[in-house]
């Protein structure tokens, strides 16, 4: 056989070299709005990666943009981590692929388990702290943030419909707005950013998330 193989040459090479320095860029987006905080501008994360402003925004033209594309890859992280658990393939950018099963219904506890286990990590849960601070005063990073929300609402809306399909649709809609709520108000509190963190306060939070789920 002649020629190259579907995938590989220098198209694919300066692909998959795209993807590493994004990627690359993506963290140094993370560590800088950890650790600088709502502040944080193009130069600092462009600094932080050890490049030049004017490739940072190839990549990323806004600020926003940037925000955006951090929180989308953590969002990619946490439905990763769910689909294991609730046995739902959740595709973030279709909405008609929300909910297709891949397994069998999940035990709510262990999908609960999962969700504030994320909350163990500092790192986390700082870094949407600092994205919540932005939103607060930045009319895109705002926008940014609901459409965050709007799809992760829309996600576990789809593992209440699998569980209570006897349940109309505008109750499985609150049931995972609130559950989402309580859930996100809980990380301030749990990483010992607005409070302390006790055995009481998990189980009576796990036991109230679940209820939002089955009961």
């Not at 943009?65 to 950018?93: F, H, N, P």
Request: one cysteine or more; glycine letters at 8%.
């Amino acid at each position: 056989m002649t020629g190259k193989e579907p995938g590989t040459g220098k198209a694919a090479t300066l692909t998959r070299q795209g993807s590493i320095r994004r990627t690359s860029l993506l963290d140094a987006a993370e560590a800088v709005l950890v650790a600088k905080g709502a502040e944080v501008s193009l130069r600092a994360i462009a600094a932080e990666a050890g490049v030049r402003i004017g490739h940072l925004q190839h990549y990323f033209p806004s600020r926003a943009d940037l925000i955006k594309a951090v929180l989308e890859r953590a969002l990619d992280r946490s439905l990763e981590r769910l689909a294991e658990t609730t046995g739902l393939r959740m595709v973030r950018d279709d909405p008609s692929g929300i909910g297709t099963p891949i397994g069998p219904p999940a035990d709510p506890d262990e999908v609960v388990g999962v969700v504030l286990a994320e909350q163990d990590d500092p790192q986390l849960v700082r870094l949407y702290v600092e994205v919540w601070a932005l939103a607060a005063r930045d009319d895109e990073i705002a926008a940014v943030v609901r459409e965050f929300y709007r799809k992760y609402v829309a996600h576990v809306e789809a593992f209440v419909q699998q569980g209570r399909p006897d349940w109309p649709g505008d109750l499985c809609r609150a049931r995972a707005e609130t559950f989402v709520a309580l859930v996100e108000g809980a990380a301030l509190l749990r990483s010992g950013i607005a409070g302390g963190r006790s055995a009481a306060m998990d189980e009576q939070l796990a036991a109230f998330a679940v209820r939002l789920l089955r009961e």
